[in-house]
């Protein structure tokens, strides 16, 4: 069914979070981006058009810098992130660039999202930038956003972005394979919940905890952006980014992962 979804799919919004992108030391994963890039390749060369969103600028900050990690007032996580979003990149230009690939840099927040004028100018540069094989890498502007006007986290971002190009699927990658009915890190036998046709349902039916390393959502952001797609005709799929050919494989349906089902117009 997964691999259905992604076939059907021409227009793909793929969020990448900040779990994801570092390693178990918290500093930025270049190997996994070189290799993400390769395989977003293989998918464009299939005629997918793909458009990223990517969190990691703090992670990216945070590696570059070798300090501040702790600071959590909000200037010096502005400035950690104004910093690393130019790490993070230099990262993507180079993975992508190995693959003869254009990346192009948008940075939103929610006000953004809620201005005519502005929505028609980022669609317009979203389609420009695809329709000339460009992916555009798309991350809050977390130096001019503060609590009160942030979007805060990459998953509504992601799922703001797919509904203003009107994708026809949207991909997260985190650190979990998908929803499980209870915690698979406390309870080993928790099972997978592959197919979501209704999220009031399995709102019902989940625990649902807090967030951990160092992204900023949470499964609570997850559905919010599955509920928000799905209304809007787009499926979501939620997987891990950590295992080997993430995209690919989920691509040939050799991997599992939780698929939320579009509403019906
Ligand atoms: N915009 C944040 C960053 O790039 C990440 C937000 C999130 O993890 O959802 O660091």
Same mark, same amino acid.
């Given at each position: 069914m997964i691999s259905q979804a992604i076939a059907d799919a021409r227009k793909i919004v793929i969020k990448i979070g900040s779990n994801t992108l570092a390693k178990a030391d918290g500093t930025i994963n270049p190997e996994f981006m070189a290799d993400f890039a390769s395989q977003c390749a293989e998918l464009m060369k299939q005629g997918k058009q793909i458009v990223l969103v990517s969190s990691g600028a703090q992670v990216a900050g945070v590696s570059t810098?070798? @300090?501040?990690? @702790? *600071? *959590? +007032?909000i200037h010096y996580r502005q400035a950690l992130c104004a910093i690393g979003q130019v790490e993070l990149m230099d990262h993507w230009r180079n993975a992508f660039a190995s693959r003869n690939i254009h990346i192009g840099q948008l940075l939103l927040t929610k006000e953004d999202f809620q201005d005519d004028h502005r929505t028609l100018n980022m669609r317009n540069t979203i389609f420009t930038l695809v329709d000339e094989g460009v992916v555009p890498i798309i991350n809050e502007? +977390?130096?001019?956003?503060?609590e009160e006007i *942030?979007? $805060? +986290?990459n998953d509504n971002l992601s799922a703001l972005t797919a509904i203003l190009w009107s994708a026809d699927l949207l991909i997260l990658f985190s650190d979990i394979d998908g929803v499980f009915e209870k915690n698979p890190k406390e309870f080993p036998d928790a099972r997978l919940?592959? @197919?979501?046709? +209704?999220i009031t349902t399995l709102r019902n039916t989940i625990t649902i905890g807090s967030t951990n390393g160092f992204?900023? $959502?949470g499964i609570q952001t997850k559905l919010e952006a599955a509920e928000k797609v799905t209304a809007y005709g787009i499926p979501m799929l939620l997987a891990? $980014?950590? @295992?080997?050919?993430c995209l690919l494989s989920l691509a040939d349906g050799k991997r599992a992962g939780t698929l939320f089902l579009a509403r019906e117009a």
């Open positions: 810098l070798d @300090r501040w990690a @702790r *600071k *959590k +007032d502007n +977390d130096s001019v956003s503060y *942030k979007i $805060g +986290d919940i592959e @197919r979501v046709p +209704d992204g900023t $959502g891990n $980014g950590g @295992r080997e050919q």
